[in-house]
Nanobody, 122 residues
Framework: QVQLVESGGGSVQTGGSLTLSCTAS?????LGWFRQAPGKEREWVAS???????RFADSVTGRFTISKDHLNERFHLQMTSLRPEDTAMYYC???????????????????WGQGTQVTVSS
């Protein structure tokens, strides 16, 4: 089991920045972020595997980055140039290694944080 605790949500204006953080209780191969806006399905945002490979959804490429602290299991989603369409509940997630895992599908993540709200106003 991996427990995940998120922090860092809030409200910003268009063009602003926020950083979300998530602390995992132990190592996991896949670390990721998903979001869900009201009335929409949950969507993958970004992920990082233990080899350091990062991936981003097209909608956030160039604006969001994902990083992990070197000495612990804390990882972050740095969000810049925020847009109203980024408004959503954001969830961090963790998953164990599986052969040919890509760390970007919901099915690859077994553990989920409680969610933190991000609101971007125009």
């Amino acid at each position: 089991q991996v427990q995940l605790v998120e922090s860092g949500g809030g409200s910003v204006q268009t063009g602003g920045s926020l950083t979300l953080s998530c602390t995992a209780s132990r190592f996991a191969f896949c670390l990721g972020w998903f979001r869900q806006a009201p009335g929409k399905e949950r969507e993958w945002v970004a992920s990082r595997d233990n080899r350091g490979r990062t991936r981003f959804a097209d909608s956030v490429t160039g604006r969001f980055t994902i990083s992990k602290d070197h000495l612990n299991e804390r990882f972050h989603l740095q969000m810049t140039s925020l847009r109203p369409e980024d408004t959503a509940m954001y969830y961090c997630a963790a998953g164990n290694y599986k052969f040919d895992t890509e760390c970007r599908f919901s099915s690859e993540f077994s553990y989920w944080g409680q969610g933190t709200q991000v609101t971007v106003s125009s």
